[in-house]
């Protein structure tokens, strides 16, 4: 278990636990309007590429109820309610209200009929039953989270047996010429760009270094598995620069960490 003294990573910085929601928390709060605009320009629409094949690895269907954690601006849950129909479910949950509050704009008038519901609250402390979901995903936001295995672990309690979860998030491309081309993007043009759209390039340089001390994408895998799941995969999109971990709750086992 973590004790109150260990630090985290928060970009290139190590603080405490309540400090790194923080921070996380006030750099998405400063963003907020202007993410979803940042996000297309600053991948070059690629991000809308990978989000549905996120949704498409989930294999969702009428019906069927998701979650998505670390929700925000609603991306993967306003696809994910398109394939789940008016009888399935979708929901965001993300403990930052300002972006909760773009992303539901965004539902009301991208589906107003079919509206995404928004849930506030801690992704390391999900506020549902256990086996409340079909499937569960995640955008961008492993890297966010304080205690990522027991974030883990929570999502997998709320999957029902036999469910599907699908996480999609950035790393470090596979070529070592291929990282200094990302690095130099990402810290020489990205900063700049950002600053012209969002007024700030303090919230992007976060990201960029976060993605510089995440885990790679193996380990994430690892990780994944010892919260519970099976079939667990990942695929590298875009000459490794975003991956799509998915795993499987078993339809019976023993739990996570148990005999």
Not at 11 to 27: I, P
Not at 86 to 92: K, L, N, T
Not at 208 to 235: K, L, M, Q, Y
Request: aromatic share 12%.
């Amino acid at each position: 278990m973590p004790s109150q003294t260990d630090r985290f990573s928060f970009g290139s910085q190590k603080v405490d636990a309540e400090e790194k929601k923080k921070l996380v928390h006030d750099t998405f709060t400063s963003i907020a309007e202007t993410y979803d605009r940042a996000d297309a320009l600053l991948s070059f629409g690629l991000h809308f590429f990978w989000k549905r094949a996120a949704i498409e690895q989930l294999g969702l269907g009428p019906g069927d109820e998701v979650l998505d954690v670390c929700g925000g601006t609603a991306d993967l849950a306003l696809r994910a309610s398109k394939r789940v129909g008016v009888s399935g479910r979708a929901v965001v949950y993300d403990f930052n209200r300002p972006m909760m509050e773009a992303g539901r704009r965004k539902s009301v008038r991208s589906q107003p009929s079919r509206a995404v519901v928004f849930v506030q609250g801690d992704a390391e402390r999900l506020a549902f039953p256990e086996a409340s979901f079909d499937a569960v995903t995640v955008g961008f936001g492993l890297r966010n989270l304080v205690h990522l295995d027991q974030g883990l672990r929570e999502i997998h309690r709320v999957i029902r047996p036999g469910g599907r979860f699908a996480a999609l998030e950035f790393s470090l491309p596979r070529r070592r010429w291929q990282r200094a081309l990302y690095a130099f993007y990402s810290f020489r043009l990205m900063l700049p760009a950002a600053r012209l759209i969002t007024g700030a390039d303090g919230p992007f340089r976060y990201l960029a270094e976060s993605i510089r001390v995440f885990d790679p994408p193996g380990r994430v895998a690892g990780r994944i598995a010892a919260a519970g799941f099976t079939d667990v995969t990942f695929r590298s999109l875009t000459f490794g620069i975003a991956v799509i971990y998915f795993g499987r709750k078993p339809l019976s086992g023993p739990r996570p960490g148990g005999a």
